[in-house]
């Protein structure tokens, strides 16, 4: 009886010592500039890059913030000036928080994603997702000349139990026309934080640092005119199922090893 009651506690301990679980992803990009190179250097052309009055952006100019399971989602176009923006959900226990910021000019622009999805299991599932970009911003470039931009993004995924995933995103891209048609160059990184580590270990986390580069060239004899941006990308996902601590392994053990001992008394005095 006295062995019954023991499992059936350590049951109940499994079941209610469960610690928060947590996943959160963060991308960030900024540091932004650029490089001329002059492609003839015998024909006199000075190179040169002027930014179109006017279409000069610091972002975020469009963003969404949503979770699933919720119908909460927000999505704004044209709204660079409403950064910072913080959107969070919660249901019952479970809560998830996605977060956009953005400062600067375009030469000092830093923009970051910040999503978090968190809970002690009582719920199924949750994801937090967070997008946003600088919109366009418009360059003239002289004849025979190229331009190379750069960018650094920092990606970072966390995670504390299996079945997470974190994604984190960041890019930079140019668009220009040719023969009437828009043509894209875009360097993309992204960071796949999937947790597969055995059940019960620490918390997973990693870190990506990427300097990020796109280049146009204007071959032709006149000045072009071409469209910088930028953008973010964060995504948490968690199935928010109990993660017991490490104290709890240690009890179940202790308990197994003590329910072992009692059995053994009982069969050495049942001889």
Known sequence: MQASRLVFGLVCLLSFGAATAQTTSTATIGRISYQLVDLDLDDGITPSLTFVPGTTITAPSSFSIGFNNSGSWMSVLGAHEQAPITIADTQGTVSAQ??????????????TAVANAAGDGSFAYKRATVQGGSGRTNFQLSPMTAVIFTAQSVLTGRTTQGGDWAVASAWIDLETYIDGEPVSTQNYKSLNSYYDLPFGSDVFTETQHDTLQVTYANTSLGITETAFGAGVYGNADSFLTPVPEPSVYAMLMAGLGLVACVSRRRGRSAT
């Not at 996605?98 to 622009?109: E, F, M, N, P, V």
């Open 98 to 111: 996605g977060i956009l910021t953005s400062t600067g000019s375009l030469a000092s622009l830093e923009i």
